[in-house]
């Protein structure tokens, strides 16, 4: 604690109360160090001034007590105090140094006016009477001779009466002073709280005002942050309805080019196995031949990837196995012959043994992982691994990935290779139909992966790539799970020859002439009709074995309405199907009406003679 700390005016939370405490104070500290000093004058003269001596020594105790009063918050006690020690510092001065004339004797004023101060206009006027009575007093002693140093003028009664006059007309203008002082303070001090409120009114305001100012920032940065999204989802949307838009022409494209070429390859496919079944013994021709039908199938292939691309109808869905798939894959003759011309590549396979079902078409499928392999071969023309993994994958919730994948159960596999990788600005592109990297002259249609989208998506799967650019890529297609069981198949050696009467529908008459030669030569007797009309009205008057109806015939008269037209005069007539569309729902229609099975254009004379003995076997 320093001296300045004791010396300051102590603080209330009552702003009055404190304005009174600092106005006392400035009074105290007055008087200790007047008092104090008077002491030491009164302490060096000579010892008849003992008297003063003590007179200091008493007013100084009551200015250390009116101070410690002040100090305990004491406010009112004090501000009484404080103009009695006033009033008797003054009576005594006045005494002892000369009577009214002395001049101490103006410290009535001071103390009626200190009163008037502190205590208001009531203390003013009790300690005015009371300094008057004082002063009355010490003018009658003065005036009896009992003073010893009193200088008493002639006319004492006129001047008393004077000084008392003047003393009253003082009293009274101090004492206006001091109420215009205390309205003034009063003022002042109500102005001051009108002032604080107003302060912290606009305070308040203003963190309102800055809270505002802050909210609506983050609301209108918010804003933007979802204007940016949405924004970017209506490029994106544009994208994807643009690429939808372009992937359905090419497949109506597609799929009306695969029709008209599907029904070309019929003869050229089929009639090489007619001739080699009447001359088997020369091995010039069947070499010449095979070359044939080989070309011809590799068409076929390029045809049925524009009808998947084009995606004409439903496929023909059923419990599978991934794991029995992909074996059977590999140890078929086209994935052999692949691996052949790759032998700088190895492959690693890492089939899940508990692996879930899927539900799916096991041609289609089949399909997407040889077209998937083909390129991963031919990324790696210098050497590599492929890698084919199958596993159970749960998602929790949507995964962000090439397409946004859906939480569920999955089967997933996963085609990865260590070749040539895919550049990031060709990720978006490479499933769209005739889009290649590979150069002029080089193998590859630019459907392949095209035909795996399309197949990806037609079994409600999901696709994922991923490629570091000259460090490979990873195909990762997600299946959905069932819990459905895979059927066995049993295939039994089928006899296709036959002797029964079989009619031939079909517009095209290059097809009924092929198919009419095929049916001819395995034995069996052949009508042929050009439409579904004369269909109808040649099995009004015969009877056959077996219809074989193409699917698209007159536009208004199509395969299934010439199948519902025969069942009216037959009602048990025993039909398949041929078309070189994708089944489509008019085909199952029929099926589900009776019709025993559809073959899609172009086939062998294995494919199509099997599926008439096989019709015409049953019960």
């Not at 010396?7 to 008092?35: G, Q």
């Not at 002797?499 to 517009?507: A, P, S």
């Not at 015939?553 to 039909?575: H, R, W």
Request: aromatic share 6%; with cysteine.
């Amino acid at each position: 604690m320093n001296i300045l700390s004791v010396l300051a005016a102590p603080t209330f939370s009552n702003d009055e109360k404190t304005r009174i405490a600092h106005i006392l104070n400035v009074m105290i500290i007055s008087s200790f160090f007047s008092t104090t000093t008077y002491s030491i004058v009164a302490l060096l003269e000579s010892p008849y001034q003992v008297y003063r001596l003590l007179m200091s020594l008493t007013l100084l105790l009551m200015t250390i007590a009116s101070y410690t009063l002040m100090r305990l918050g004491k406010i009112r006690a004090t501000a009484i105090m404080v103009p009695i020690l006033g009033l008797i510092f003054t009576t005594i001065t006045v005494l002892l140094t000369g009577g009214i004339e002395a001049p101490m004797a103006g410290g009535y004023f001071i103390t009626f006016l200190v009163a008037g101060i502190l205590l208001g206009k009531r203390g003013g006027l009790i300690f005015t009477v009371l300094c008057l009575i004082s002063w009355g007093g010490i003018f009658l002693i003065e005036i009896s001779g009992k003073l010893p140093d009193t200088l008493v003028e002639e006319n004492v009664f006129g001047l008393w009466i004077l000084k008392n006059m003047l003393f009253i007309v003082a009293a009274t203008a101090l004492y206006l002073a001091t109420k215009s002082i205390g309205e003034a303070l009063a003022l002042v001090n109500r102005q001051r709280d009108k002032l604080d409120s107003a302060h912290r009114k606009l305070e308040n305001v203003n963190i309102g005002l800055e809270k505002r100012v802050q909210e609506r920032t983050k609301e209108l940065q918010a804003e933007i942050i979802v204007h940016k999204k949405v924004e970017e989802e209506k490029l994106n949307l544009r994208e994807k309805l643009n690429q939808a838009e372009r992937m359905e022409s090419l497949g109506i494209l597609a799929g009306g080019a695969a029709h008209d070429l599907n029904n070309t390859f019929v003869p050229i496919l089929s009639i090489p196995d007619i001739i080699l079944s009447k001359r088997s013994d020369d091995s010039e021709l069947k070499d010449l031949l095979n070359l044939i039908k080989n070309a011809t199938k590799r068409a076929a292939g390029t045809i049925s990837d524009l009808l998947t691309l084009a995606r004409r109808g439903k496929y023909e869905m059923k419990p599978l196995n991934l794991n029995n798939l992909l074996n059977e894959l590999f140890n078929s003759p086209a994935f052999k012959e692949v691996q052949d011309r790759n032998p700088k590549v190895t492959l690693e396979k890492n089939l899940s043994k508990d692996i879930a079902n899927i539900k799916g078409s096991e041609a289609h499928l089949t399909q997407v992982v040889m077209n998937l392999v083909k390129n991963a071969y031919e990324a790696m023309e210098h050497g590599g691994k492929l890698r084919i993994k199958t596993s159970n994958t749960f998602l929790a919730t949507t995964l962000r990935a090439y397409t946004d994948i859906s939480a569920g159960d999955y089967t997933l596999l996963e085609i990865a290779d260590n070749g040539t990788g895919i550049k990031n600005k060709d990720l978006r592109k490479i499933f769209e139909p005739f889009y290649t990297q590979k150069e002029l002259g080089d193998s590859g249609s630019g459907l392949g992966l095209a035909v795996v989208w399309g197949v990806v998506k037609d079994h409600e799967a999901y696709i994922d790539v991923g490629s570091d650019y000259g460090s490979g890529a990873t195909f990762s297609i997600y299946l959905p799970s069932t819990d459905e069981i895979e059927e066995e198949d049993s295939e039994e050696k089928t006899d296709i020859d036959g002797t029964e009467k079989i009619l031939i529908v079909d517009d095209v008459k290059e097809q009924l002439e092929t198919l009419d030669v095929i049916l001819s030569s395995l034995g069996y007797h052949v009508d042929v009709v050009q439409n579904g009309h004369l269909a109808v009205k040649f099995l009004e008057n015969n009877d056959v074995d077996l219809v074989v109806l193409d699917m698209l015939l007159e536009e208004s008269f199509d395969g299934l309405d010439t199948y519902k037209e025969i069942l009216k005069i037959k009602q048990n007539q025993k039909s398949i199907i041929v078309s070189g569309f994708a089944k489509t729902e008019r085909v199952e229609n029929a099926m589900r009406l009776g019709v025993g099975n559809y073959i899609r254009k172009p086939y062998t004379v294995d494919i199509i003679g099997k599926a008439v003995r096989n019709e015409l076997d049953k019960k």
